[in-house]
C-alpha cells in the first residue's frame, strides 16, 4: 500500500477535502462518489461521511491502494 503524510494547519480538514488536497481526486464530486460507494476507510472502518473531520494522527485508506496519514 502507497502511503503519504498530509501536513494540514487547522485543527481539522474535511474528508472530501483531504482526497482533494492530496491529489487522490481531482474533483469534490470525485470524492462524494468514492465516500458514498464505501471505498474509503478512516482509521480502519469504512466511512461513508463526506464531512468527518480529519485531525492530526488519523489515516484514510482508498480501496486498500493508497493511505493517507493526517499530520
Given at each position: 500500500?502507497?502511503?503519504?503524510?498530509?501536513?494540514?494547519?487547522?485543527e481539522?480538514?474535511?474528508?472530501?477535502?483531504?482526497?482533494?488536497?492530496?491529489?487522490?481526486?481531482?474533483?469534490?464530486?470525485?470524492?462524494?462518489?468514492?465516500?458514498?460507494?464505501?471505498?474509503?476507510?478512516?482509521?480502519?472502518?469504512?466511512?461513508?461521511?463526506r464531512?468527518?473531520?480529519?485531525?492530526?494522527?488519523?489515516?484514510?485508506?482508498?480501496?486498500?491502494?493508497?493511505?493517507?496519514?493526517?499530520?
Amino acid at each position: 500500500m502507497e502511503s503519504h503524510e498530509i501536513k494540514i494547519h487547522t485543527e481539522f480538514i474535511k474528508l472530501q477535502d483531504l482526497l482533494k488536497f492530496a491529489g487522490a481526486v481531482e474533483t469534490g464530486g470525485d470524492a462524494k462518489l468514492i465516500i458514498q460507494e464505501g471505498r474509503v476507510s478512516v482509521n480502519g472502518e469504512v466511512c461513508t461521511m463526506r464531512g468527518k473531520k480529519m485531525r492530526p494522527g488519523d489515516r484514510c485508506s482508498i480501496d486498500n491502494e493508497l493511505e493517507l496519514v493526517v499530520q
